[in-house]
C-alpha cells in the first residue's frame, strides 16, 4: 500500500480541522493541525503577559513550547491538555499576529516538517502547507466557504458551548483574520498551483470528507 501526504490549506472557520481529522482517521494516517500549535504560542503569550511585538522575546517563548499533538484532535502544551483554551476568542484574535514573524514560522515550518517525516500516510492542515511546509504534498486541498457561511458555522458552534456572540461580529473578525492571514510577509494564506479548490459553503461536512477521500484513493491505488 502506498502512503500519501495530504495537505489542507483554507481561511479560519473553513472546517479544515473538522475535515482533515476525519479523513486522516478513515485513512489511519497521522493527523497535523499546524493552527493549533500557533494557537499554543498565543496562549502562551497571553498567559505569561509576553510583549508579542518584541520578537526577541516572542522568539523565546516558542523555545519554551513543548506541543503535543494527539490524533484525536487533543492538544497538550508543557504537558497541560489545552484542547478547550487554545480555542477561545482572545487566543483567536492574537494568534494571526504571533504566527506573523518570520522568526517564529521558520521554527513552526521545521517542526512541522519533522512532524510529518518517517510517517505512514499524513493530512496537515493550516495556511501554508501546500506552499511551504510540504510543497511536495502528494493531494494539495484549498478548502474555502463564503464568510457569511463561515459566521453562521461558528455562531452555531459557539451555541453549542453556550457561548453568544452575534453573527454580525463573528463574520467582522473573521475578515480581519482573512486579511491578517492574507497580508502576512511570510507564510501568508495562498493556494498553492497544483492545489484542489474545494468551495465548501454549501457542502455537508461528509460530502467534503468523501470528494478528499475520493482524491485520495485515487492516488493510492
Ligand atoms: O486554522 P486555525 O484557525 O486554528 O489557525 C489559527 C491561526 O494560525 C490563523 O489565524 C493563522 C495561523 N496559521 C498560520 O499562520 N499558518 C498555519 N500553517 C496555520 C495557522
Keep these: 500500500m502506498k502512503y500519501i501526504t495530504i495537505a489542507i490549506d483554507g481561511p479560519g472557520a473553513a472546517g479544515k480541522s473538522t475535515v482533515a481529522k476525519e479523513v486522516a482517521r478513515r485513512l489511519n494516517y497521522t493527523y497535523i493541525d499546524t493552527g493549533a ?30 506541543i503535543q499533538l494527539s490524533n484525536n484532535g487533543k492538544v497538550f502544551l508543557n504537558n ?18 504571533v504566527s ?42 484549498f478548502q474555502v466557504a463564503s464568510s457569511s457561511v463561515r459566521a453562521k458555522r461558528r455562531y452555531e458552534e459557539n ?12 463574520e467582522k473578525e473573521i475578515k480581519e483574520r482573512d486579511y491578517l492571514d492574507t497580508n502576512k510577509p511570510f507564510g501568508a494564506l495562498k493556494k498553492a498551483q497544483d492545489a484542489i479548490e474545494l468551495d465548501t459553503s454549501y457542502l455537508t461536512i ?15 491505488k
Design 80 to 97: 497541560k491538555d489545552v484542547t478547550q483554551n487554545i480555542r477561545s476568542s482572545a487566543v483567536t484574535n492574537l494568534v494571526s499576529r
Design 100 to 141: 506573523s514573524p518570520r522568526c517564529v514560522r521558520e521554527k513552526f515550518v521545521r517542526l512541522q516538517q519533522d512532524l510529518a517525516k518517517n510517517k505512514q500516510g499524513v493530512v496537515m492542515d493550516g495556511r501554508d502547507i501546500g506552499t511551504v511546509v510540504l510543497p511536495h504534498a502528494d493531494l494539495k486541498i
Design 159 to 170: 451555541l453549542t458551548k453556550g457561548i453568544h456572540t452575534s453573527l454580525d461580529v463573528l
Design 37 to 66: 500549535m500557533y494557537r499554543c504560542l498565543a496562549l502562551y503569550v497571553l498567559e505569561n503577559q509576553i510583549d508579542y511585538q518584541d520578537e526577541t522575546k516572542l522568539v523565546q517563548a516558542v523555545d519554551c513550547l513543548d
Design 206 to 220: 461528509e460530502e467534503v470528507v468523501q470528494i478528499i477521500l475520493n482524491y485520495a484513493k485515487d492516488l493510492i
